[in-house]
């Protein structure tokens, strides 16, 4: 299979619009096609998948960050054959565990009492790369994206988030050309749930990637995205 065979959907993360893909858009324009998944609409995992399939072609390859790669799983579940490709990107098979969902909730609460001004304060440093905190023009980008998602589909993903299941049963099943990568500081997925993902999908299809030092979210996001190892044979 050729790039020019295929057709790319990606899936954005938490509070993340189809600017978090600029850069890939712009670099594989003319070479595959591409659509980004709508995941602001609903509130539970199986429910945001089964929309973005709907409208998705026969036959694609996926490509999901962080939240995108919880949505990614779930397609994966209920439309195996569908996924020609696979590339999951800073996110986790597992399921969230009460360490995690305590501040998910807290950030709930403020989105829900006018202050999702200090959910886009909360986040950022966790976002992207610590070398980019101090970027201008990255955090303006990034919190852009987080207007438009609002914050009511803000909670609405964050919802999904907190009810997705172990994915950790289901990755046998597994079986087209995968791609796992991750950042070397990603503070919200790191090496141990990275590893996770290769522990139970089968590593022949399984790519590593190098960590890569730069912010993963808006104009700067995986500028190595891997398009010969994960679109061409």
């Not at 800073?90 to 202050?115: F, H, N, V, W, Y």
């Not at 289901?170 to 590893?195: E, F, M, Q, W, Y």
Request: glycine share 6%.
């Amino acid at each position: 299979m050729t790039a020019h065979s295929t057709h790319l959907v990606l899936v954005p993360g938490l509070a993340c619009t189809e600017d978090l893909f600029a850069e890939q858009i712009g670099s594989l324009r003319g070479k595959v096609a591409i659509s980004v998944a709508d995941h602001a609409r609903h509130d539970t995992m199986s429910a945001i998948a089964r929309a973005v399939l709907a409208t998705a072609p026969h036959r694609f390859a996926l490509c999901g960050l962080s939240m995108g790669g919880y949505i990614a799983f779930e397609m994966v579940r209920q439309a195996p054959d569908r996924i020609e490709r696979l590339a999951l990107l800073d996110t986790s098979a597992l399921s969230d565990t009460p360490e995690q969902t305590e501040p998910r909730l807290k950030l709930i609460a403020m989105a829900q009492t006018g202050e999702y001004k200090s959910v886009r304060d909360t986040l950022w440093p966790l976002f992207v790369h610590p070398a980019r905190h101090d970027n201008v023009a990255l955090k303006r980008a990034v919190f852009k994206m987080m207007d438009d998602t609002g914050p009511e589909t803000f909670i609405r993903q964050q919802k999904a988030i907190m009810s997705r299941p172990d994915s950790r049963p289901s990755l046998g099943a597994i079986h087209c050309p995968t791609l796992v990568l991750v950042g070397n500081k990603d503070a919200l997925t790191g090496n141990k749930r990275r590893n996770s993902l290769s522990q139970f999908i089968d590593p022949v299809h399984v790519r590593e990637g190098v960590d890569v030092h730069v912010a993963k979210r808006a104009r700067y996001p995986l500028r190595c995205f891997p398009r010969e190892t994960f679109l061409s044979d």
